[in-house]
Structures are given as structure tokens and as C-alpha cells.
């Protein structure tokens, strides 16, 4: 069966605190999910501010190949026309094939935030939807706080779907709208709706916001007793708490309950629209998120490990490509053999029975500090050092480093190293903005005149964690320093009492590393 689905990412997710969208941000999103399937995408509220407006106004210029554009807007004031109602004309202006109105079902919200009648509030949902189907529009009607409203008197609640469908609306969303329902509820009352009001042919949506943590959930429950629109946004964005996660619910839906949403290819792109949603709102992608996250397949375990490594799913509840993810294997103090030998072996390094013997290594540096799986370039060091025949392009002998304040002038550091290239000893010394950066001049010093390519690597972050933060100054950091060069990027640590310690480690493996890579490649 198709289910429809519907975003309002650019409507209810940017309510989430802390997300705007400008114009082209919108007009970006919408083609990207119209390209990948979204049915419905409600653009905004065009009588909230001049930005929506526009959006409307522009996005009729952007052509689509398959979406329906959505204004959504509330019923008509209460004691008003619809004719002279700003926000109704507003809709109207916005000319979409589809318009989406709010209305009250909840005798609270309609005695005690509107304050009028109900039979007023029956004919302002009435009068609204019968508006816009005089117009020629598509009408999703969204019951706002629906299963709340059900709870305090049903009867009522069910008489605004019934305005709602007489009047000729095209669906009746049912909304949780302060997000605290359960699945059993928004069955039970789904399959009231479905029994009492279903019979027409009006379609069934199910709107549901995540304040239990229930959001997809509940709208799975409401598809399973016969909704056949589900309305979210892209990540889950939203007010509070977030509203229901298209991403899951898609996914679900597809592969495990198999309805019919996207094509498998456009399934296949799930994880690009999240990330590419997220990199459009700023926001960090969530690396936990289900099926779309970066660790949503990432296996640590070393029990886990060894059985992937036999049979793939045995770890998985899907094939990660199925929704444009992958497979990973982590390494730290938590792996067995197994995630040492697939880890070296997507590096395309053998390990040729030294398994044992790098695994020994990590755990007792993970019990002094360091990290692993946040540094795959000293993994790949300890693996490429584990081997028999392995020459170390250099050696980093002894080290000074002095950090000097004299009267009124600027602190200065001063670094010297002892390196052995071959046969050949040098000793340099080098300035630094600090003793890390001056540490790293005195090395590269030493090497340029062998390893001219270093000068093409770079030091793109560096990041210090304390570890047993309790001990305050006598504490653990944890170096990190990510590299690269051109396009190749590698991440090593160091851990030590001693911060230039921890960071002469990091700094060791970040600069051997290529040099290893490109002899290799050589
Ligand atoms: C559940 C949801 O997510 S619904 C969408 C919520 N999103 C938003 O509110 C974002 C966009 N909102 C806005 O830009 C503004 O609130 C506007 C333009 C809609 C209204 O602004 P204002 O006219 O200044 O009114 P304000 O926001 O202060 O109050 C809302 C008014 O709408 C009325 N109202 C609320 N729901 C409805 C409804 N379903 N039908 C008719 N009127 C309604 C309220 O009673 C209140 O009227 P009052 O001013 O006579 O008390
Ligand atoms: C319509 C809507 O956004 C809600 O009721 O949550």
C-alpha cells in the first residue's frame, strides 16, 4: 500500500529553537526531497512573516517533478469571514495546490485559548476547508491537539473531523500535538476515527511530535490502523522535543513493515538527505541517528566484530546500503582479534598473524589514555610497525622544549629535536606561536631536506581531552591532531602526563604516516 508522505521541515522544524532557514535554504530542501520522493512539502505559513511569502511566491517558479507544494495556515478568526481573514488570504495568495489548515479539536482549546463556542469553532473549520475546495484547492485538515482533545470528549472531537469532511476536506490529520500520546492510544483512536469517519473517502493523516520519544512510534501505530499520510520533518526538527523523524519513519515503514513510500534508489539516499538537511540548517548530523547515522552500523564489540565478520547481518537489523549507509569496525580497548584484522584489512594492510600482538598494544595504551577509534592513523601505525619488514623513515631521538616569560614581553617558545634519518643524525631547533607548533617546526626541519612532501602536510585541528579530570592539574590529556594532505585526511593521538609529551606522540604518527603511505604507494 502507498503511504504519502509529508514534510513540514520548513514549517513545524523551523519552530525547533535555534534553526532558521533563509529563502534559498528552503528552495534548496524542496528540491531536494522532491527529488527523492516526498509527496507533500509545506513550505511555510504565508501570513506569518514576509520570508514564507516570498518562499511561495518563488518556489512557483522552481519546477518540480512530482511534489505538491503546501501553504498551511489556521482556520478562519473566530467571528470573522473568510473573505476579509488576513491569514486566509494570505493562503490564498500564496496559490499552492494545496492548502493545509489548523483547527481546533479540543473543547480547552476552543472555550479556553480561542475563547468562543463550539458550535462557532464547527463553523470556522467548516467554513475554512469549504473555502479553499471552492477554489479548487487539495485541503489537508490538521486536528490539531486531536487525541488530547479526544480524551476530554470525544464526541466533540470527532464532530470537528465531521465539519472537516463535510465540508470536503481531503484528509483529516490527526495531530499530537503536545507530543505525550502512546502507541496504544493513537491506535485505539485511529481506529475510532477509521470506523466512525473513514468510511468517506477522505484520507486519514497522523501528525506526532516526540516529547515522549514516541513520535514515530505513534505514527507508525496510526498507519497500521489505516492512515495512509504521515506528516514529519527531516531529522525530526521541531519545537521542543522534535517532531516525528521522517528518516525511521520512512525507512520502517518500507523495510519493515513494507508499505510503499520512495523507490528503493530514493531509499538508497537517505542518508545524503539527512546529512545534506543538516548541513543546510548548521546543525551538527546526530552520528547516532537510526539507519542514517554514522555509528548506526559502526561495530565495537569484539564479540560483534567476530561475528559480522562471518555473517554480516548477524550484528545488523538491515543492510546498511538499502538506506545509503555503510558498515564500519571500530578499535579499542573493547576489540578482539576480529576487529583488528577487518580494520587493517580495509586498510588494505595484512597483519600476518600479529593480531594478538596489536590488539596488546591498544588496550594497555587505551588504559593510559589514548583513544583509538577517534584516531585511526595511529591504528594504522601500530599495524604498519607491527610488521617484520617495517623501516622507520625516521626517528625522533630527544626533545627540549622551553617556554619562556621575561618582564613585559610575550611569552616565547623555543624547541630543539634530535632526529636520525638513515645513517644521518641532525639536530634543529625552531620558534613557535606555542610549544606544540614550535615542536612541530623543529621536526620538520630535520625532515624537509629528506621528505620534501611533508611541506605539503598540514595540521588541520588539534584537540586536548583530560582524562581523570579529578586530578586537575596532575590529569591525563589526550592529544588529538588531525592531518592532511590535498584531500587525505588522518587523525592520530597521544596520551601523557605531560602535555608536549601527548602531543609529541601525535605529532610523530601524523608525520610518518604519509611518508608509509606514499612509500607503499611508491
Ligand atoms: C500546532 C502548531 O504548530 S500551529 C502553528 C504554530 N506556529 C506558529 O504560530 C508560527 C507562526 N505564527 C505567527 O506568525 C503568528 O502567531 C500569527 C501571524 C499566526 C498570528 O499572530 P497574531 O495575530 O499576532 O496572534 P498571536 O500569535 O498573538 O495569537 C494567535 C491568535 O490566533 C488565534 N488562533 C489560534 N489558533 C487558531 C485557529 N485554529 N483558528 C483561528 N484562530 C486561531 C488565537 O486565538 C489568537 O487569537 P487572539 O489574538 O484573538 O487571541
Ligand atoms: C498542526 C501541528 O503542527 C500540530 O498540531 O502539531
Redesign the pocket.
Known amino acids: 500500500m502507498q503511504i504519502f508522505l509529508y514534510d513540514t521541515t520548513l514549517?513545524?522544524g523551523t519552530?525547533r529553537e535555534g534553526l532558521s532557514l533563509s529563502v534559498e535554504d528552503k528552495l534548496k530542501i524542496t528540491m531536494m526531497l522532491d527529488e527523492l520522493g516526498i509527496h507533500y512539502i509545506e513550505g511555510g505559513?504565508p501570513?506569518?512573516?514576509p520570508k514564507d511569502a516570498e518562499y511561495f511566491q518563488r518556489v512557483r517558479e522552481t519546477p518540480l517533478r512530482q511534489a505538491r507544494v503546501a501553504a498551511?495556515?489556521?482556520?478562519?478568526?473566530?467571528g470573522g469571514q473568510c473573505e476579509d481573514d488576513?491569514?486566509i488570504q494570505a493562503l490564498v495568495a500564496a496559490q499552492t495546490p494545496v492548502v493545509t489548515?489548523?483547527?481546533?479539536s479540543s473543547v480547552l482549546?476552543v472555550e479556553q485559548?480561542?475563547?468562543t463556542t463550539r458550535a462557532e469553532?464547527l463553523a470556522?473549520i467548516g467554513e475554512?476547508v469549504a473555502y479553499f475546495k471552492a477554489l479548487g484547492k487539495e485541503v489537508c485538515y490538521?486536528a490539531?491537539?486531536f487525541f488530547d482533545g479526544y480524551k476530554l470528549d470525544a464526541d466533540y472531537a470527532l464532530s470537528t473531523l465531521r465539519a472537516a469532511t463535510e465540508a470536503g476536506a481531503d484528509v483529516l490529520v490527526l495531530?499530537d500535538?503536545n507530543g505525550g500520546s502512546l502507541p496504544h492510544e493513537v491506535a485505539a483512536i485511529t481506529r475510532v476515527v477509521r470506523a466512525q469517519i473513514g468510511a468517506s473517502a477522505t484520507q486519514i493523516g497522523i501528525h506526532t511530535h516526540n516529547d515522549g520519544a514516541l513520535a514515530v512510534a505513534n505514527a507508525m501505530a496510526a498507519v497500521q490502523e489505516g492512515a495512509t499520510q504521515v506528516q514529519g520533518t527531516i531529522n525530526g526538527y521541531g519545537?521542543r522535543c522534535g517532531n516525528m523523524d521522517l528518516i525511521p519513519t520512512i525507512a520502517n515503514l518500507q523495510l519493515k513493515l513494507g508499505y510503499s513510500c520512495v523507490t528503493p534508489e530514493q531509499l538508497a539516499r537517505l542518508s545524503e538527505l539527512s546529512h545534506y538537511v543538516a548541513a543546510i540548517a548548521n546543525l551538527n548530523p546526530d552520528d547516532h541517528a537510526a539507519y542514517v547515522g554514522r555509528s548506526a552500523f559502526a561495530h565495537k564489540g569484539g564479540i560483534h566484530v567476530a561475528a559480522i565478520a562471518k555473517v554480516e547481518h548477524s550484528y545488523q537489523h538491515i543492510d546498511p546500503t538499502l538506506v545509503g549507509n555503510q558498515k564500519r569496525v571500530v578499535v579499542s580497548e573493547l576489540s578482539g582479534r576480529g576487529n583488528i584484522r577487518l580494520r587493517a584489512e580495509e586498510l588494505g594492510l595484512h597483519l600476518n598473524g600479529n593480531e594478538r600482538d596489536v590488539l596488546q598494544q591498544i588496550k594497555e595504551r587505551e588504559s593510559k589514555g589514548y583513544q583509538f577509534e577517534a584516531a585511526e592513523g595511529s591504528f594504522e601505525m601500530l599495524v604498519r610497525r607491527s610488521a617484520a619488514d617495517y623501516v622507520p623513515p625516521f626517528e625522533l631521538l630527544d626533545f627540549t622544549v622551553t617556554v619562556e616569560k621575561r618582564g613585559n614581553n610575550e611569552i616565547t617558545a623555543l624547541a630543539t629535536v634530535k632526529v636520525r634519518v638513515g645513517n644521518e643524525l641532525m639536530h634543529t631547533a625552531a620558534d613557535g606561536e606555542g610549544p606544540v607548533d614550535a615542536l612541530d617546526a623543529a621536526i620538520r626541519k630535520a625532515l624537509l631536506p629528506h621528505y620534501p612532501q611533508l611541506a605539503e602536510v598540514r595540521l588541520v585541528d588539534f584537540k586536548v581531552r583530560i582524562i581523570d579530570a579529578h586530578l586537575g592539574t596532575a590529569a591525563t590529556p589526550r592529544v588529538l591532531i588531525e592531518s592532511a594532505r590535498g584531500d587525505e585526511r588522518w587523525s592520530t593521538t597521544g596520551a601523557s602526563p605531560n602535555i608536549i609529551a601527548a602531543s609529541y606522540q601525535a605529532l610523530w604518527d601524523s608525520l610518518e604516516l604519509p611518508l608509509l603511505r606514499e612509500l607503499i604507494r611508491k
Open positions: 514549517r513545524d519552530q505559513w501570513g506569518s512573516n498551511f495556515g489556521s482556520t478562519r478568526r473566530a488576513a491569514n489548515l489548523v483547527g481546533k482549546h485559548v480561542l475563547e469553532n470556522m475554512s490538521d490539531e491537539h495531530c500535538t519545537e
